[in-house]
């Protein structure tokens, strides 16, 4: 059993920052890649950044220049800094690992809701 737990989500008004964390435990191994990301009520699940075992990273447009994803493999986690937060930053926002060996798994988190407003 693998799980995802996240953290760091709450209610910030706009320009604000936010922290979020998400931890694995359980039979995790040789986590590929890490993400976030957000569901908006109505709206589909989006990407809204991710961080590869190599350090690359990958950002939704919208977010750009205003959020950092790091992870740190060997805690199992990932974060992701938020700065600026705009009202269309509201949702759900879900963390997401990438790992295993030849045979790739996909773990999510619960989801923690984020809020900003205005």
């Known amino acids: 059993q693998v799980h995802l737990v996240e953290s760091g989500g709450g209610l910030v008004q706009a320009g604000g920052s936010l922290r979020l964390s998400c931890t694995a435990s359980?039979?995790?191994?040789?986590?590929?890649?890490m993400g976030w990301y957000r569901q908006a009520p109505g709206k589909q699940r989006e990407l809204v950044a991710s961080?590869?075992?190599?350090?690359?990273?990958n950002y939704a447009d919208s977010v750009k220049g205003r959020f950092t994803i790091s992870g740190d493999n060997a805690k199992k986690t990932v974060y992701l800094q938020m700065n600026n937060l705009k009202p269309e930053d509201t949702a759900v926002y879900y963390c997401?690992?990438?790992?295993?060996?030849?045979?790739?798994?996909?773990?999510w988190g619960q989801g923690t809701q984020v809020t900003v407003t205005s």
């Open positions: 359980g039979s995790i191994f040789s986590i590929n890649a």
């Open positions: 997401n690992m990438e790992w295993g060996g030849p045979i790739r798994f996909r773990s």
């Open positions: 961080i590869t075992s190599g350090g690359s990273t």
